[in-house]
């Protein structure tokens, strides 16, 4: 009998997949594709993916070698998510190894066995545990402790730690620092049931008429693919929306995937679903350690659970029965990977909702302009919720700085208004989308200022560290006591950040509890969900925060949110600079009267007469996104043509442009239908100590441009190897940085 060749997708960066021999033992009833292969590779023995099984290979039979072991006894990838893999290395052009071990967790990729093992004990909380809770002092500096004591107190007869996942960062630790305080304690399972449904399920709400023919028009197409815009106003009840069309699902016996963008909106999404679905869930996302996100993995495969949670890589997910999937805040950037396989989440998730068959539900309250004119060319199809559940959207209020005296950039008006929201004893929300106390320190006698060391960017001044950091490359060094060039000690830190927010409001505020969220205070782990509830609970007044108090946040009793610094997104050097602005203003908005009070938002600018700034503020976001679309289409940019960049870094200038002058005379040629932009260097040259270019490739037709990237792409990989040159190609490239 011949041997049997089989074709290996390895985990690497090389473009091509891998002949190898099948084991001279191995039954060839025991080979599909899917299964995990440890395969010789150079000097070392690593895990690869089989993708085909051949009786001949095109390179000479006698150079080939012989696959080590077979790891699976099932596939681990099925044909769907192969089917997905495929499509997604073809699109954007990167090597088929990495992109399939992308899909994968990572102790699979290490060659974990693929099953789920034995159930583990469930967890109660004990009499201690609860007096510990009842008592304020006990827990007050252990707020995830609390957090996980508080859900424990659900289920007094216990609950299997797969459960868990998600309510906290690191479950597992946890659990074992409350052991030791004999909080709670671990009991024999109940069944063999791994994840225990909640004790009892919360009441719907009640719908009104635009969710209700939402619901309607997407369940009549729970047997098709669909794609539906969700397009509903913060506070609109898209969540509400989410929850009766999984419940649709569940009931046909199906699954439902939900994909949000960052893990800080997942711990709240998941208390709703929980509260509601009887079903069992499970959560993917980087917060959680690698075992969790591996039996999370494999009960989403083996259809234990029947809703999978996840931040952008669970779009890889393994589903047995899959029925719907949901992108929620889909205009989010975060769902587009930026390093490695930049695939866009929500772009694969439309084209697997396609292959499988299935409706994908697209929601936000403030639309990528590629969704929007997607609905305009009929490919989706839009479903409107035009009002707030039980309240209406806060009016938006624009503060001329121009002329205006400043206190710390902070407006009289806006002081003010924060005085009189706090006088009522209601919260008050400002953002600011720049972190530590100013973007600058600068000497007033020469002209000095903090510049990186090794990047074409200032380095932010950060007080209560007393340090300057680069917010780019992450260098970091303690903040200058003189100027080191002409030793003047008068150095000033000029801009604003949250920390000097925070400063100068703790000054005009004193008696007033404040909170400030961004990256800087909430590295340890579970403080960002320990301050969110403290917030939800009514505790500060003041609250100071990045983007990352924006979005799907519900803080009742919000009712003033002011936008610090709005001129940040007009001007901005990317084209999407004004439709982030747009987001980032409507999103920020949203979190103001949520409840039973009216809300209000102030916007501080100095272009009050921005066009578009002016549209969004009068007429809402629909009718900003159809002038920012015109004036796309205008300028021939996304949506209405299609781009790919080229990138290539250097540790001199001249290697990263000599790669892309290269790279653009390969092109010429090719290039029917393209056309062909640069190289030029990238809007921040030196990052990280490296030079960095770009050519940027556009095209009116799709077909085009990947027509001429599948000839241009393996001349870049064959006839030009400057090892000194680090390059990648980003398709559909949502940064031009």
Known sequence: MPELILRVAVPSPLPQTFDYLAPPDCDPAALRPGLRIRVPFGRRRIIGFLLEINPRTERN??????????????????????????????????????????????????????????????????????????????????????????????????????????VVRNTAATLHALHEKTWVEPIAPAGESWLDPPPARGPSLILNEAQAAAIAAVAAELERFQVFLLEGVTGSGKTEVYLHLIEAVLARDRQALVLVPEIGLTPQLLARFRERLPEPLAVLHSGLGDRERLNAWLLARDGIARVVVGTRSAVFAPLQRPGLLIVDEEHDTSFKQQEGFRYHARDLAVIRGQQLGVPVVLGSATPALESCHNVQRRR??????????????????????????????????????????????????????????????????????????????????????????????????????????????????????????????????????????????????????????????????????????????????????????????????????????????????????????????????????????????????????????????????????????????AVAAEQATAFLRAGLALAEPLADGVELLGPAPAPMERRAGRYRAQLLLQAAQRQDLHRFLDLWVPLLRTQHRDHRVRWSLDVDPIELY
Not at 139 to 146: K, T
Not at 442 to 460: I, L, N, P, V, Y
Not at 524 to 537: H, N, P
Request: glycine letters at 6%; one cysteine or more.
């Open 61 to 166: 039979p006698d150079s080939l070698r012989s696959v080590d072991a077979i790891i699976d006894t099932e596939p681990v990838l099925s044909p769907e998510l192969i089917a997905l893999l495929e499509w997604a290395r073809h699109y954007y052009h990167h090597p088929p190894g990495e992109v399939f071990a992308t899909a994968l967790p990572v102790l699979l990729r290490q060659g974990e066995p693929a099953l789920l093992p034995v159930p583990t004990p469930c967890w109660r909380i004990t009499p201690a545990g609860q007096n510990a809770l009842a008592a304020p002092a006990a827990l007050r500096r252990a707020p995830v402790q609390r957090l996980l004591l508080d859900h424990l107190l659900q289920y007094p007869d216990g609950i299997a730690i797969e459960s868990l996942l998600g």
């Open 380 to 649: 989706y199809r839009l479903l409107r919720l035009p009002e707030r559940v039980g309240g209406t959207e806060p009016p938006i209020e624009i503060l001329d700085l121009r002329r205006q005296p400043l206190t710390e950039g902070l407006s009289q008006p806006l002081l003010e208004r924060i005085q009189a929201h706090l006088a009522r004893d209601e919260q008050v929300l400002l953002f600011l989308n720049r972190r530590g106390f100013a973007p600058v320190l600068f000497c007033h006698e020469c002209g000095w200022s903090s510049q990186c060391r090794h990047c074409d960017a200032r380095m932010t001044f950060h007080l209560r560290q007393r340090r300057l950091l680069c917010h780019h490359c992450g260098d970091n060094r303690p903040a200058d006591a003189a100027c080191p060039l002409c030793g003047s000690i008068d150095l000033r830190a000029l801009g604003h950040g949250t920390e000097r927010l925070e400063t100068v409001l703790r000054r005009e505020f004193p008696s007033t509890a404040l909170t400030r969220i961004d990256r800087d205070s909430t590295r340890r782990r579970g403080s960002l969900e320990a301050l969110l509830a403290d917030i939800q609970a009514g505790g500060p007044r003041l609250l100071i925060g990045t983007q990352m108090l924006a979005k799907g946040h519900h803080f009742p009793a919000v009712t003033l949110v002011g936008i610090v610094d709005a001129d940040q997104g007009l001007y901005g050097v990317d084209f999407r600079a004004s439709e982030r602005m747009a987001q980032l203003i409507l999103q920020v908005a949203g979190r103001a009267g949520r409840a039973d009070k009216p809300g209000t938002v102030l916007i501080q600018t100095h272009h009050p007469n921005h066009p578009l700034l002016k549209i969004l503020v009068s007429q809402g976001y629909p009718a900003f996104a159809a002038a920012a679309l015109t004036e796309r289409r205008a300028a021939w940019l996304p949506p209405f043509t299609h781009q790919a960049l080229l990138r290539a870094e």
